[in-house]
């Protein structure tokens, strides 16, 4: 073993100490002590799983219906669990000791966790006195956001910490402030009343979605984990791929992505992985710092890849007011489109240096053999799926109040027969690099964990198809997986004829229960997380700082666009680093997505929320892949040994395509699948991923061969014409016509009922601001443009300065477009009839035929010449 694999492997013992407590705390007390800290956090699971369930609204005998909360209530008494275990769990310097707990953590978690619940025990009497908060309000609310940053500081570092006192600050020195980012000031009371009283603040929707929705998620991926499903995904992603050129590298990006389906942390996602996948990779000719950063950019993708998202989906549906199937629908394509191309990166350095595949244990089908099983596979999958949704949809309505009993029978039927499956191969190895030196063979290893899969498919069919709640839907998983838990050791054993099944059954039992305490203290931290980054929520809404941004920004980038959006991703860098995906999330979004609507507005591009919320998210758990943070990346390198900085920069590299893609669907919608139907989706598939390709092979400098500098510039030239046609087709045809304000009635006139108008809008906004910005109106009904107006919501008046806006209705498409009275209406765009931006593909394939030509041409002059010099 080299010096580096040494170093790399007592890195990696460390590593694994330090994501451990990040995670779950560093701190496992002995004796009473370590029972009550793992029995609390068993509690809060199953107080969780309780609010969640509709155990609580049946009727039981004697008793009636009891432990019905509230939202407030149970972000309270959710909070209280967290701020009690963050301070048992997590010691507060690194000497503090880590086999017991100091009183003073005892006493400062009790007084934490009665500031934290103090809503919930005084719940009335608050409710009676809204917006005047008592002397003891006040002492358990600075009390409480004392301990609250503190707990901060021990479960995620400092970072967080010091953007919400720096937000704290502010607010109440909101007057003393340069003149640019001033404001009026907020006293102690009101501070108090805004962050800690009400549900603006620490209570907010962050902490509700976190308590509500997140918790099970994260518990779900704990039971999932401890049931064995981690290491199934990464021995089947192994099986499937490691043959390849570059072969384990290309495991690594899918196993991480199956991964992010079990873990909202993108470190714990590269050491979950990395482990086991960097050294395999090192094995196949990755140097370390490439390797490193294969598992960091593949990792960091797993955040951004739906159905959770590390658990920003869910907060998305909140923040921007779509359904949870819109978000993921909108995120799930251009998330694929970087995977994809992730892949190619792989593929390409597996080229560049002649790179082989692991060996199987048993010789490869002919490739016309493999190909057929795929698309037997991908038929056979779409048959059941079909014949499920077609079954269920018939069950309903016959079986009528029994259907959900009917359901679960078949449920539990498909379940045994694979449990009998899984029991007719051998069991897994543990995900151990050092004991494989072949490949295991794809269909035992596919077959031994097909049971891990219906959990995932209850939770997608409830979200999807069912559209149930998030935290519903994950009820339902959970209560599935816990079934599995407790029952898939002693089948397999009954299958086999083994005996012992009463010990494989408490040995579900002790892993159910370990699960449950595991989901609860992965969950600390993102509990305090979501909490604090409350604080930054509720200094935004109550200071107005959101405003300020903009206009700092826009002074900044000196009214570009393009640059406006360089700047608002860089600072989306700065506030993301050192945060978990769910509070860095929470940050960027309610500091900079106003940012990029408001100064889209007035640059004249108007942006759907959704694309705004991705934006901001896609940059800022970047952070967790760039120097001098990029947290991933210095885990990464612990695992293989290389240098941290270097491993950083190269995973941003191999992140270029993650940077590149929310820029695009910025200026092209499409990529998001919005206003597209299912035949245009697929076509916006198929082009975007060729033109992702092709950007990832510019980038790489490699294609079928390495590149010459202009063959890249045409490249990047080729790739963005496919991803952006609309840009030069409108150079060649302009989609709008513009004329003055004062001709909107006679336009109004001439177009139909339904119709859009763009309006170029001088004046002030709701609060005051001047402003120059872009709406969109549509037209009502109405026999003549002044009546299609008024059925939008507005009346003019014309006078010497052009079309004023006399009246806006109440609740009309007008006033939610931004219209205001005494507003000016400088001009109007018209759509014009445009030829179809989709022409532009033939220049650009043509070009990209003649680059494939040039390059196959050169690759093969260079391999002929080979052996003549030899």
Not at 101 to 130: E, K
Not at 240 to 247: D, E
Not at 303 to 327: D, K, N, R, T
Request: aromatic share 10%; proline share 5%.
């Amino acid at each position: 073993m080299t010096t580096s694999d040494k170093q790399g492997s007592l890195d990696e013992k460390e590593l694994q100490e330090m994501v451990q407590a990040a995670d779950a705390g560093a701190r496992i007390p002995e004796g009473i002590q370590g029972k009550v800290l793992l029995g609390t956090a068993l509690i809060w699971s199953l107080f969780q799983l309780w609010i969640a369930s509709p155990l609580p609204f049946f009727d039981w005998p004697v008793i009636g219906s009891f432990g019905i909360f509230n939202d407030t209530e149970v972000r309270s008494i959710h909070l209280a669990f967290a701020i009690f275990l963050a301070f048992n769990a997590y010691p507060a310097f690194s000497g503090s000791p880590r086999n017991r707990i100091p009183m003073t953590d005892m006493l400062l978690s009790l007084v934490g966790a009665f500031c934290a619940g103090y809503l919930y025990l005084f719940y009335n009497d608050l409710a009676q006195r809204p917006g005047l908060p008592i002397t003891a309000d006040v002492i358990a609310a600075v009390v409480g956001i004392t301990l609250l940053l503190e707990a901060t500081r021990r479960a995620l570092g400092p970072a967080l910490m010091i953007v919400a006192i720096v937000f704290i600050g502010y607010s109440l020195a909101g007057q003393h402030m340069p003149s640019i980012i001033a404001h009026k000031g907020v006293s102690l009371e009101e501070l108090i009343n805004h962050q800690w009283i009400t549900s603006e603040g620490v209570f907010g929707i962050a902490l509700g979605v976190s308590s509500g929705f997140v918790f099970l998620f994260v518990l779900f991926g704990a039971l999932l984990d401890k049931a064995g499903a981690g290491n199934y995904f990464i021995q089947v992603a192994f099986s499937l791929l490691g043959h390849l050129r570059g072969g384990p590298a290309k495991a690594a990006v899918v196993a991480s992505g199956l991964t992010g389906l079990i873990s909202g942390s993108s470190i714990a996602n590269v050491v979950t992985t990395g482990t086991f996948t960097v050294p395999m990779m090192k094995r196949v000719g990755f140097s370390s710092e490439k390797a490193g950063a294969v598992e960091v950019a593949s990792s960091v993708n797993g955040q951004i890849m739906p159905p959770v998202m590390g658990a920003a989906a869910f907060l998305m549906v909140e923040y921007v007011g779509l359904s949870y199937v819109e978000v993921i629908t909108h995120a799930f394509l251009p998330a694929l489109i970087s995977y994809i191309a992730l892949i190619y990166i792989v593929h390409l350095e597996a080229l560049k240096q002649d790179m082989q595949g692991l060996p199987r244990r048993s010789a490869p089908k002919p490739w016309m053999q493999r190909l057929i099983g795929v698309l037997f596979g991908f038929l056979a999958t779409g048959i059941i799926a079909t014949a499920i949704y077609f079954a269920i949809s018939w069950i309903k309505p016959v079986f009528g109040a029994w259907a959900s009993p009917v359901i679960a029978v078949m449920l539990a039927v498909a379940y045994l027969f694979l449990v009998k499956i899984a029991a007719s191969v051998p069991d897994l190895e543990p995900s151990d690099e050092s004991g494989m030196t072949m490949l295991p063979e794809v269909g035992p290893t596919v077959r031994s964990g097909l049971h891990y899969i219906l959990p995932v498919v209850v939770l997608v069919w409830c979200l999807m198809v069912e559209r149930l709640s998030p935290g519903l839907s994950a009820f339902w998983a959970t209560v599935l997986m816990i079934c599995i838990l407790v029952t898939q050791r002693p089948l397999i054993a009954w299958f086999r004829n083994e005996g012992d099944i009463k010990g494989r059954a408490k040995q579900g039992f002790d892993e159910l229960v370990d699960g449950l305490i595991t989901g609860a203290r992965n969950m600390i931290g993102i509990g305090i997380a979501t909490a604090t980054a409350g604080i930054i929520v509720g200094a935004v809404s109550q200071t107005g700082v959101g405003s300020v941004l903009a206009d700092l920004v826009e002074l900044l980038s000196m009214g570009n666009l393009l640059l406006m959006l360089v700047l608002t991703a860089i600072l989306s860098l700065i506030l993301g680093m050192g945060l978990p995906t769910t509070a860095n999330y929470i940050v960027v979004s309610s500091l900079l997505a106003p940012v990029v609507v408001t100064l889209g507005q007035e640059n004249g591009l108007l942006v759907p929320l959704i694309a705004v919320h991705l934006f901001v998210f896609y940059f800022g758990i970047m952070a967790d892949v760039t120097p001098p943070v990029g947290l991933a990346s210095f885990a990464a390198a612990a695992v293989s040994g290389g240098d941290p900085i270097r491993t950083g920069f190269q995973a941003f590299a191999y992140s270029l395509r993650t940077a590149a893609l929310p820029f695009l669907f910025i200026f092209n919608t499409d990529l998001l699948l919005i206003d597209v139907g299912w035949g245009q989706g697929i076509q916006v598939f198929i082009v975007a991923t060729i033109a992702m390709l092709i950007f990832t092979a510019a980038t790489q400098g490699y294609f079928f061969t390495r590149s010459r500098w202009y063959e890249t510039a045409l490249l990047l030239l080729i790739a963005f014409s496919l991803f952006r046609p609309g840009f030069w087709m409108d150079r060649i045809s302009p989609a709008y016509e513009t004329v003055g304000g004062t001709e909107l009635v006679q336009k109004a006139n001439e177009m139909e009922a339904g119709s859009s108008l763009r309006l170029w809008i001088e004046g002030e906004d709701a609060v005051g601001n001047a402003r120059s910005f872009l709406a969109t109106l549509e037209l009502g009904e109405g026999s003549n443009g002044a009546d299609r107006l008024a059925a939008s919501g507005i009346e003019l008046i014309q006078n010497d300065k052009g079309a004023i806006i006399d009246f806006v209705a109440f609740g009309s498409p007008a006033e939610e477009a931004g219209l205001q009275f005494d507003q000016r209406i400088d001009r109007v765009e018209i759509a014009r009839d445009q030829p179809a931006k989709e022409l532009i593909y033939f220049p650009a394939l043509l070009l990209l035929a003649g680059v494939v030509m040039v390059q196959l041409r050169r690759r093969k002059g260079s391999t002929q010449a080979v052996p003549a010099s030899v």
